[in-house]
């Protein structure tokens, strides 16, 4: 009788566990961010190497302190692909990360395909925003843009 109550606990302290990491990891540290604050400027990278705002609307995005590889972002831009790719600096090897499910409107597997498929064209928008990770966007035909941060290729050094 002891054995089963022993295991019972183990087995009831490993879900309670178990639903706190999941906890943890998908909703406790994200947090919207502000249109006002300065985490919400998204700026581009000109082919000169200098910094220019992007014009956008819509915004619409998540960030935590926990990681610097946490921050999602959806917007619109009024900026056409053919003006952008002739302005701004691409990125190579754009890799969307997941967002938590909850956060509905960034789908890191379809703007994948869609970069890899030339549905959308992925630009930088800033090089090291955190020491060793880039914030890259996403752009569409249609205005719709994606913005994440990605490791870069000192932070893998």
């Known amino acids: 009788m002891n054995g089963k109550i022993i295991g019972g ?5 490993a879900l309670v566990a178990g639903a706190a990491m999941y906890y943890l990891q998908v909703y406790a ?8 604050s300065p985490a919400a400027a998204i700026r581009l990278v000109s082919l ?12 619409e995005a998540i960030d935590a302190d926990s990681s610097p590889l946490r ?12 003006m952008l790719s002739e302005t701004f600096e691409s990125y190579e090897d754009p890799t969307p990360l997941n967002a938590p499910p909850w ?18 064209l992925a630009f ?9 990770v880039d914030r890259v966007v996403a752009v569409y035909p249609d205005g719709r843009a994606y913005a994440w941060h990605q490791l870069n290729e000192s932070a893998e050094k």
């Open 48 to 59: 000169g190497g200098v910094q220019e705002a992007m014009l956008t609307s819509d915004f």
């Open 29 to 36: 540290f994200y947090r919207p961010v502000e249109v006002s």
């Open 9 to 13: 606990f183990l087995v009831l302290s």
């Open 124 to 132: 930088l928008s800033e090089k090291n925003i955190h020491p060793g």
């Open 71 to 82: 921050f999602r972002g959806c917007f619109v831009t009024p900026m056409t692909l053919a």
């Open 103 to 120: 956060f509905g409107c960034f789908d890191a597997e379809r703007i994948g395909a869609d970069l890899e498929t030339g549905a959308a």
